[in-house]
């Protein structure tokens, strides 16, 4: 017979430019539900540290540690991106591949048998954002490094060129179920990497974060539509991965919002939350990721931190804070200036403006329970007490009150998550609750001006006199709601 070939099969074998190393996909396929961090965080080591200690410029990192040394006082970065590709194969039939048959099925008198002619075409998958997109959610006129500059109070900046990109081909190997550990594995064995990372090795700025935006990939769009969108931040001070390490994949969590988070994760931050009528609420009605913080549920929202975390992160010094003593019913300030029970909080957002301007009230609570482990009491706890404008300072980013569903908000009272919405955020006090090791912030309550809280475990009731909008509020600190009140001035 005329034709001796039986099947056209032609495989255009993926380009593999960079040398990658084959590795067991079999031996690294984690499952789903472990990939999101949290498995991780509560399995982690709780390492204490204190107030202040986590300075984002090298946080709590030894002195002599690189990354540490690499933190120069008001220069974050530079960060490396890397782009993850893979290449995977689809079959399909070529009609055009044979002139006389066009892809009719035809007779093969060889194999006795009615024959197709098929093509495999190689398929790249790239990341769901591209470098420019990406170099977009960090440097555009709302991202990244215009967050950063204001939440820091200018503090912190990113530049553009200390964002640096390089791709990584991983072959045929399709990362879909790697989380973040195995990613840090997989990419700091690859020579594209290593070469990176030596160019700046007599740096005296080495890279002091490495983000890594995996690529979209199909099996996860039509299997687990949700598990698509996936990011992942090592955790300072915690067992768990690298900490200078995160991953993004799919365009949600490649958006500056999350990209934040993440790096929040790596400066060890936890999760800001509270309680929540979320159907994703955790134990007791209370939601890890509710309140309105970047550390909470970021999407589409222009959050930022809350006042326990830019303390945390050594944003907001000593001065900035004045803390109430049970003992004597004072509140002292740094220098040990003590007025009896009454606070001035100012707009978060109008920043610390050198050492005068008091942005929160610390009111040591070893006798609180937290809302999300209500099973017993933590003698390192606080309550922070902080004002919240709308656009103080011409803020652009900050808490607001477009709450939708999935992010309503519940008070905390007498110990119990309520059924009280919680819905107004903007021109209000108000009350997180954090222990000083890394645990989540939590939003207890936001009160407007007349409105008292009380303290469940010390018998304190915080009061707040008078609010002076996009400015701050007069708090006075009682044993009950009449006390607290008969304080104001
Ligand atoms: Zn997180």
Known sequence: ????????????????????????????????????????????????????????????????????????????GPYLCVMLTFTSTQTIANPQYNPWFYGYPYYSYARGSWMYQWIHVPILHVSSKNENAIRNEFFGPTGYADWIDEASWGQQKLQSSDVDFITINMGNIDPIDFDLSILVQLVTAQQTYTNKINSRRFSSRPYTRTLIFQPDQPACMSTYP???NRAQGG???RVGPDPTFSRYRGSV????????????????????????TSPMRERNGYWQ????????????????????????????????????NAATGGVEDSAGASVLWKAYVSALNLGPAGTYRHLLLKIPCSTCTSAQDRSSTYHDGNVYVSF?????????????????????????????????????????????????????????????????????????????CTVNDELG?????????????????
């Open 253 to 276: 969590s490649q958006k500056w919002q999350t990209i934040a988070h993440e790096l929040g994760h790596n400066d060890g931050l936890m999760h800001s939350g509270a309680c929540s």
């Open 226 to 228: 949700d598990y698509c």
């Open 1 to 76: 017979m005329l034709f001796s070939f039986l099947i056209a099969s032609v495989s255009a074998a993926p380009t593999n430019t960079t040398g990658i190393d084959r590795i067991d996909t079999n031996s690294v396929k984690i499952d789903p539900k472990y990939n999101d961090g949290r498995l991780i965080q509560r399995g982690g080591i709780n390492r204490r540290f204190d107030d202040g200690d986590l300075t984002g410029k090298g946080g709590n990192l030894s002195g002599t540690d690189p990354r540490r040394l690499a933190r120069l006082p008001d220069d974050l």
């Open 289 to 324: 990721y509710a309140a309105s913080s970047i550390m909470g549920v970021e999407r589409g929202k222009l959050y930022d931190i809350n006042a326990p975390n830019r303390l945390k992160l050594g944003w907001m010094g000593p001065q900035s804070v004045v803390t109430y």
């Open 235 to 237: 955790i300072l001070g």
């Open 473 to 489: 509020a007069v708090v006075t600190v009682g044993a009950d709601s009449a006390t607290a009140k008969a304080l104001c001035p």
């Open 388 to 464: 919240r404008g709308d656009d103080a300072a011409k803020s652009k980013y900050g808490v607001d009150d477009t709450i939708d569903w999935l992010n309503r908000l519940n008070t905390f009272e007498r110990g119990t998550c309520t059924n009280t919405n919680l819905r107004l955020m903007t021109n209000r006090v108000h009350v997180h609750y954090q222990r000083t090791v890394q645990i989540p912030s939590e939003l207890w309550t936001t009160l407007g001006q007349g409105e008292s809280y009380e303290i469940a475990g010390p018998a304190l009731v915080i009061h707040v």
